[in-house]
């Protein structure tokens, strides 16, 4: 049970979505219990035998994923998660023998990567995230993936061509924490010049509601039009209480009706501007933020 946490850490990245990823491993636990005392004790490593059962699960989930995809009600955002020091759990092991060339434990929860690996083929993102990310050799990823090292390496390879395409230089920390509290403080003022002069020309905010709650059910683009339907909301919902916090490791914003958290903002700054928004509105989704 000791492993239970690097399990949720890997299925999350793999899947996006926390929920998803405490169903894996409960399967991945209830498989490993099927199993008589006999077999369990005849398995050398059962952290590796966790870990490629756990893979496996979410490699089968990505598969039918695009399915899913189609049937979801609006725009699917990856699952937002609180305080990034509750989901980094790295593996040390090999990892000397690897290549120095991978994204480290806390990039890889934030919202601009998760939504990235969402473009990934299944094979690419679990052979990117077991390597690059959790610091598995090829040979080990391929013994999970069912695939040759050889061919692992080339899908890691092109998830990360995919994620250097994707890629701005990034912001300094306190840089956007910066410009999330003047944004924060803008919409509140409901200052649609300041806001503007936040938003990137091109920036995109795009909205998961799932069909529960309302939400757009397309990307929203272009920073006048970003701003005006951010004062459109400020108008309509009086009693939202916005906070900063932190959302996938990045400075966010969570916004409260009676107490509740109803919202969970996530940003990618580019330089001084705001080039992406992601509005997390579906209440299955915001589970970990109201348990807080």
């Known amino acids: 049970m000791s492993e239970r946490r690097q399990l949720i850490n890997l299925a999350y990245r793999l899947l996006g979505s926390l929920a998803d990823a405490e169903d894996v491993v409960q399967e ?13 004790a005849a398995i050398e490593s059962p952290a590796a035998w966790l870990t490629t ?15 899913r995809r189609e049937r979801y009600v609006g725009e699917w955002i990856p699952e937002p998660v609180p305080d990034q020091a509750e989901w980094i759990s790295g593996r ?18 934030n919202m601009a990567f998760l939504v990235v690996l969402e473009v990934m083929t299944p094979a690419e993102r679990v052979a990117f995230i077991l390597h690059d990310v959790f610091r598995y050799s ?6 999970i993936v069912g695939r040759t090292p050889v061919a692992c ?3 890691a390879s092109s998830a990360r061509r995919r994620l250097r395409e994707s890629q701005v230089p990034l912001t300094p920390t306190a840089q956007r924490a910066d410009i999330v509290r003047d944004f924060k403080q803008a919409w509140e003022a409901k ?5 503007v002069g936040l938003l990137d020309p091109g920036v995109t905010m795009v909205a998961d509601g799932g069909g529960l709650v309302p939400a757009q059910l397309r990307p929203i683009e272009g920073g006048a039009q970003v701003a ?10 009086l009693d939202l209480t916005i906070l900063q916090r932190t959302v996938n490791g990045q400075p966010g914003l969570v916004g409260l009706q009676d107490g509740v958290t109803v919202t969970v903002m996530a940003f990618d700054v580019t330089g001084e501007k705001i080039k992406h928004i992601w509005v997390v509105r579906n209440p299955d989704k915001l589970k970990p933020w109201t348990a807080r």
Not at 28 to 40: H, I, L, V
Not at 228 to 237: E, K, N, V
């Open 53 to 67: 059962v756990a893979s496996r699960v979410c490699l089968d989930l990505l598969g039918s994923a695009r399915a």
């Open 153 to 155: 390496r080339q899908l």
């Open 191 to 195: 200052d649609i010049d300041a806001l």
């Open 138 to 143: 090829f040979a080990e990823v391929a013994e």
């Open 28 to 40: 991945t636990y209830a498989r490993w219990y099927a199993m008589s005392p006999s077999q369990r």
């Open 228 to 237: 005006s339907f951010l004062i459109q909301i400020a108008d309509r919902a």
């Open 92 to 109: 040390s092991a090999g990892a000397a023998a690897d290549p120095a060339d991978r994204v480290t434990l806390d990039e890889s929860i």
